[in-house]
């Protein structure tokens, strides 16, 4: 009932520009985690950002502080990750996820469980 579809990816040079969306179809709390995660092969899934949707706070990896931002656009039902002087290393799976058709305190986004609802992904790949 709920479904969360990424798109946006592709192969693009390093120094260059990606934004991702993330569309959300069914309901979901609008107090609620977001967040936006990415696999690298053989390595482990990273929590890159995440937005608290009920005051739009928002965290970021260390490694990828001052390139990536995460957004939301209410109106149109979309996350957005937008990536910025891509590098080579940036190369992964791309995932989106939400929290619950519940309400969701914002202190719980931290906790990879509080997220009930993921993407397929979209591959992202950065030459050099």
């Known amino acids: 009932q709920v479904q969360l579809v990424e798109s946006g990816g592709g192969s693009v040079q390093a120094g260059g520009s990606l934004r991702l969306p993330c569309a959300v179809s069914?309901?979901?709390?609008?107090?609620?985690?977001m967040a936006w995660l990415r696999q690298a092969p053989g390595k482990e899934r990273e929590r890159v950002a995440r937005i608290y949707t009920g005051d739009g706070s928002t965290f970021y990896a260390d490694s990828v502080k001052g390139r990536f931002t995460i957004s939301r656009d209410a109106a149109k039902n979309t996350l957005y990750l937008q990536i910025n002087i891509l590098k080579p290393e940036n190369t992964a799976m791309y995932y989106c996820?939400?929290?619950?058709?519940?309400?969701?305190?914002?202190?719980?986004?931290?906790?990879?469980?509080?997220?009930?609802?993921w993407g397929q992904g979209t591959q992202v790949t950065i030459s050099s």
């Open positions: 069914g309901y979901i709390s609008s107090s609620n985690c």
């Open positions: 996820a939400a929290g619950s058709r519940r309400q969701v305190w914002s202190w719980r986004c931290e906790r990879l469980d509080t997220y009930a609802y």
